[in-house]
């Protein structure tokens, strides 16, 4: 039986367009064979609640010891591995649907991120990532000096 991914031509054109983002912003730029070896991706949300950054991330079927969760001052990286059940041969396989093998995903986050205090929990195939988001500047007002010309002026001519 011939294994048919029908998302294989997404996952390259995503690939394309991160090697198009990365050299357009300035990033590191993983070669195209490391990238290849992460077959599969899965699906996070992002979103902030209680001034905090979440990253949830699904992860079905996936041990807790298969993943790692690294962060750096420019962003967090999730990694993981989804191992194929032992006992089951490929031409065993009528359908196969499931994505198996390694992934890895990067997110930026944004300046003054408190990550010493990053906490992760797994919870029913859910990854969970909160990041204590950066102090927001509180806008101020500022007082503008203004002095007008003619005033200068007048006064080189009065002296």
Known sequence: MRKVDPFEELREMQLDMDRIFDRFLGRDITSSAERREYTWMPRVENFTKDNNLVF?????????????VTVTDRGLTIKGERKTEKGTKDEDYLYREIAYGSFERHF????????????AKFTNGILE???????????????????????????????
Do not use: F, N, W, Y
């Open 129 to 159: 990532v909160t990041v204590p988001a950066p102090a927001v500047a509180k806008a101020r007002k500022i007082e503008i000096e203004a002095k007008a010309e003619e005033e200068k002026d007048i006064k080189k001519i009065a002296a």
């Open 56 to 68: 949830r991330c699904e992860l079905p079927g996936i041990d807790p010891k298969d993943l790692e």
């Open 108 to 119: 930026e986050l944004p300046e003054g991120v408190k990550t010493d205090q990053m906490k």
